[in-house]
Each structure stands twice: as C-alpha cells, then as structure tokens.
C-alpha cells in the first residue's frame, strides 16, 4: 500500500471533523435547551480522533473498493461517539443520514470494482448486530440503551463489508463484542474510582440531578458507544492478525 493512501484519509479526516462539527454541536445545543447539560465538542479533539480513525483504517484496507464506504461510516461513528461521550446519546439525526450514505456508497461501488454480495452480506450482519444487542438491552434492563442497539446496524455493515466470508465475520463481531466489553468493563472501574479518589466525575452524566448520591462502582453509568466503536475499528484493522 502507497503512503499516499493514508496521507489523503489523514486530509479527508480533517474534512470530515469539519463538516460534522457543526452538526454534533448543533444536536448538544437542542439537549442544552431541554435542561440536558451537554458540554460543546472542540474541533482540535475531534479532529485528532478522526485522523486517527481514518488513518487506521486506511493502513488496514489500503486501497482496497470498501475503503470508502468504510472511511463514511468512520466518519458517522466519530462523531456519534463525540455525541455519546458529551450527552451519554447516540444522535439518531447524525447516525441514520450517515448509515444511509455509507450503505449507498458501498452498493454504488460494489456495482464497479466491488462485489455486490459482499453488501448484501454487510446487510445481513447490520441486522445479525443489532438483534445480538438489542437482546443484550433487553435482558440487561436498561444496562445498555437503544441508542447502542440503533449503532451496531452501522457496526455490523463496516464488519461484513471488510470480512471475508460469513465464518469470518461472525469472527470479527465476536471481536468487536469482547473489546467493548472489557473496554466498558475498565471505563466504568476507571470512572468510579477517580470519582471516589476526586470527589470529581471526570465524564459527567448530563441526566444526573445535582446532589444526588453517588452511585456504586458497578452502577456507575457511563457511555458505551464509543467502546463498540473503537472495538468494530480494531476489529477492521487488525483482522488479519487476529483470525
């Protein structure tokens, strides 16, 4: 793979953090007016992040057809997880628009060097992800939101766009799943820990009452977006090493 392949993913990045800046901030803003206290995202964080995102993503695929499609879901998934981390919400208005874009990307491009079966099968592993966590959400008793549920249809496309066969992408959901959860696991411990050493939350719930007493290190609340994010992005990444 050229280097000119990252080099232009770490340009898009920075694109991309623009152009979805103004959107996420806008979606906080409307929260802010319902009494929800969610801080503003910075465009440097953002930006950071979304280089790093794209430029692992480029390194992995290269310049293989799925690299775009998955470059537009990145993009989507950055800026939910910045929603999630501000807000402990997935903004529906960011995630269905750009779930919507990658799927049409990658159905255009698999109609030219692509393969159309390989999105038939990112489809069908789209749907496989969200029954798998909307199971979870169920059994769990509001452990896990609907907003992560709605996030694993984009998830569960990026993993059966990039896998190989079915076998292969039962794989790497399993992947994705098991980093999340002990990603979840250690954001949580981390959380409730700094909060009892501080007397500080160092990633404030904006639906926590003031005053309100301090919840046990297993009840600490804490967004799990992101964590099924970074999990589908190493997934996709290291793949190969991993299967």
């Given at each position: 793979?050229?280097?000119w392949?990252?080099?232009?993913a770490?340009?898009l990045?920075?694109?991309?953090?623009?152009?979805?800046?103004?959107?996420?901030?806008?979606y906080?803003?409307a929260?802010?007016?319902?009494?929800?206290?969610a801080?503003?995202?910075?465009?440097?964080?953002l930006?950071m992040?979304?280089?790093?995102?794209?430029v692992?993503?480029a390194?992995?695929?290269?310049?293989?057809w799925?690299?775009?499609?998955v470059?537009l879901?990145?993009?989507?998934?950055?800026?939910v997880s910045?929603?999630?981390v501000?807000?402990?919400r997935?903004?529906?208005?960011?995630l269905?628009?750009?779930?919507?874009v990658?799927?049409l990307?990658?159905?255009?491009?698999?109609?030219?060097?692509?393969?159309?079966?390989?999105v038939?099968?990112?489809?069908?592993?789209?749907?496989?992800f969200?029954?798998?966590?909307?199971v979870?959400a169920?059994?769990?008793?509001?452990g896990?939101?609907?907003?992560?549920?709605?996030?694993?249809?984009l998830?569960?496309?990026?993993?059966?766009?990039?896998?190989?066969?079915?076998?292969?992408?039962?794989?790497?959901?399993?992947?994705?799943?098991?980093?999340a959860?002990?990603l979840?696991?250690?954001?949580?411990?981390l959380?409730?820990?700094a909060?009892r050493?501080?007397?500080r939350?160092?990633?404030?719930?904006?639906?926590e009452?003031?005053?309100?007493p301090?919840?046990?290190?297993?009840?600490?609340p804490?967004?799990?977006?992101?964590?099924?994010?970074?999990?589908?992005?190493?997934a996709?990444?290291?793949?190969?090493?991993?299967l």
């Amino acid at each position: 793979m050229g280097d000119w392949v990252v080099l232009v993913a770490a340009g898009l990045a920075v694109v991309a953090a623009a152009a979805t800046l103004p959107m996420i901030n806008a979606y906080l803003v409307a929260l802010r007016e319902d009494d929800i206290n969610a801080a503003p995202v910075g465009f440097v964080p953002l930006a950071m992040v979304m280089v790093v995102a794209f430029v692992a993503m480029a390194a992995a695929l290269g310049d293989h057809w799925v690299l775009v499609s998955v470059l537009l879901a990145t993009t989507t998934m950055v800026a939910v997880s910045a929603t999630d981390v501000r807000s402990y919400r997935i903004a529906d208005r960011i995630l269905f628009p750009g779930l919507g874009v990658t799927v049409l990307a990658a159905s255009f491009v698999a109609l030219g060097p692509g393969e159309p079966s390989q999105v038939g099968r990112a489809l069908a592993f789209g749907a496989i992800f969200w029954g798998l966590l909307l199971v979870i959400a169920l059994v769990s008793g509001g452990g896990m939101g609907l907003g992560d549920v709605k996030l694993a249809l984009l998830l569960g496309f990026v993993l059966g766009l990039v896998a190989i066969n079915f076998v292969n992408g039962l794989r790497l959901l399993l992947i994705t799943m098991l980093i999340a959860s002990v990603l979840g696991v250690v954001n949580g411990l981390l959380l409730a820990s700094a909060r009892r050493v501080t007397g500080r939350n160092l990633l404030p719930d904006p639906d926590e009452e003031p005053g309100a007493p301090r919840p046990s290190v297993l009840k600490t609340p804490f967004p799990f977006g992101p964590g099924l994010v970074i999990g589908t992005m190493v997934a996709v990444a290291l793949r190969d090493s991993l299967l």
